[in-house]
């Protein structure tokens, strides 16, 4: 069985946190985050959208969607709609993370400066705008903007942390705290889509 649409679409999200829990400043913790992040991140990113059309197409063959279920579509599609500015940053981590052996702090502070930073602003500026009207989509949308934003103020404590010749370990404590939380949030408002989704009686 393919692995759900749902959990696809917040995994990644969760997984650009849990890079930065292994400073590039260690060696051993980032080619752990590295061997299980570049596995999973977007080994079906290139077919979500798909699958979940698929899986939508099979719905609309069975029955008329409930209003609910067509709002769930929507705020689904709006996420995925913003894939491009995960998708950067994610490509910035993981060049981020291949430095690990030997760090450059400048070419990480540049590459979060220049790359990573941008596109999550911008992601979580789009993520802000989406306004379901539905009230549990509403709840759910509300704690998944808050992890969201809770990662952004982690990548901006990681990008100080950096920002010298060496790695300021006080700062990056506070960024790891940040994004811990983020995770966290993240975690929670999978859970509580898939559990949503499956209310609605959509059959995993």
Do not use: C
Not at 160 to 182: G, M, P
Request: cysteine-free; proline content about 2%; aromatic content about 8%.
């Amino acid at each position: 069985m393919k692995k759900s649409w749902i959990i696809s679409l917040i995994t990644s999200f969760v997984l650009l946190g849990g890079a930065l829990l292994s400073p590039a400043a260690s060696a051993d913790a980032a080619k752990v985050a590295t061997s299980t992040y570049s596995d999973q991140i977007y080994s079906e990113d290139d077919y979500l959208h798909e699958e979940l059309m698929d899986e939508l197409d099979l719905e609309l063959d069975a029955a008329e969607l409930t209003v609910d279920q067509q709002e769930l579509i929507d705020y689904v599609n709006q996420i995925l709609a913003l894939k491009t500015y995960i998708g950067k940053a994610s490509t910035a981590m993981e060049s981020i993370r291949s430095q690990a052996d030997s760090p450059n702090l400048k070419s990480i502070y540049l590459k979060l400066t220049n790359t990573v930073i941008p596109n999550y602003t911008k992601l979580v500026s789009k993520l802000k705008q989406i306004k379901p009207a539905n009230p549990k989509l509403k709840k759910i949308h509300a704690t998944f903007v808050k992890g969201n934003y809770n990662q952004l103020e982690g990548l901006l404590l990681y990008k100080q942390a950096v920002s010298k010749t060496k790695v300021n370990y006080t700062i990056l404590k506070r960024a790891k705290t940040k994004i811990e939380t983020a995770i966290d949030l993240l975690e929670q408002s999978e859970q509580q889509l898939y559990a949503y989704a499956k209310s609605l009686s959509y059959d995993f």
